[in-house]
C-alpha cells in the first residue's frame, strides 16, 4: 500500500491497496490439471472407445481446464487505487476485468469489516440484487463505496479504513466551497 505525504486537511493525491489469495492458486492448478488431462488424452488418441467419447472428453477437460485456470486466475488478487477522478478497481494480473468508479458518482464510503465470499455467492466479480455489486478476491475487511443511485460497489482490500477515509476527504475536498481555503 503507498501513501502519499498527507499535507494538513487535504486528501492524498493517489491511495493504493491491493488484497489476494492464495487459494485460489489451488483452484488454478486444478484447471491445469484439467487442460493436462485434455491434452494428454488428444495425443493418446482414440482407445477401444472410440472416437466420439474421445473427442467429448478432450473437449470437456480443455474447456473445464481454461475456464477453472483463467476464471481462477483473474481473481488470485485485485488492486484498487483512489485518485480525485475516480476509484479504479483491476482484478488478477492483466487487470481484467476492471472497474472505474468515477468521483463524481460517488456519495460515501463505509468499512465493511467482513467481507465474506459466502455472503456473495463466491469468489469474484459478483452481482445481488439486495447488496450491488462486488470484487471479492478473499474474506476480510473491504470498502463499500455508495454510488449515490441507490448501488453499491464492494471491494476487498488491505487497510479497508485508508481507503474509506480517502474517499471521505476526497468527498469532503469537493463539497467545500472552492472560494474558501
Known amino acids: 500500500m503507498t501513501h502519499a505525504p498527507r499535507p494538513a ?9 491491493r488484497a ?3 487459494m485460489q492458486w489451488l483452484l488454478a492448478g486444478t484447471g491445469a490439471a484439467c487442460l493436462a488431462l485434455g491434452i494428454l488424452l488428444a495425443v493418446n488418441g482414440p482407445g ?28 488470485t488478487h485485485v488492486h484498487v487505487s483512489i485518485d480525485r477522478d ?8 492483466i487487470g481484467v476485468p476492471r472497474r472505474r468508479i468515477p468521483m463524481k458518482d460517488v456519495s460515501g464510503a463505509q468499512l465493511a469489516p467482513v467481507v465474506s465470499p459466502r455472503a456473495w455467492g463466491g469468489w469474484g466479480y459478483r452481482w445481488r440484487p ?10 476480510g475487511p473491504g470498502v463499500v463505496i455508495d454510488l449515490g443511485t441507490g448501488h453499491r460497489f464492494t471491494v476487498t482490500v488491505d487497510d479497508a479504513e485508508g481507503a474509506v477515509q480517502t474517499i471521505r476527504d476526497l468527498l469532503h475536498t469537493r463539497a467545500r466551497p472552492s472560494g474558501r481555503v
Not at 475516480?86 to 494480473?93: D, E, I, L, P, Y
Request: aromatic share 6%.
Open 86 to 93: 475516480a476509484v479504479h478497481v483491476r482484478c488478477g494480473h
Open 130 to 139: 439486495e447488496k450491488g455489486t462486488a470484487v471479492v478476491v478473499r474474506r
Open 48 to 75: 477401444a472407445s472410440g472416437l466420439v467419447p474421445l473427442v467429448m472428453s478432450v473437449v470437456g477437460c480443455l474447456a473445464v481446464g481454461l475456464l477453472v485456470l483463467f476464471g481462477t486466475v483473474a481473481f
Open 9 to 17: 486537511n487535504r486528501a492524498p493525491q493517489v491511495w493504493t491497496g
Open 20 to 22: 489476494s489469495n492464495r
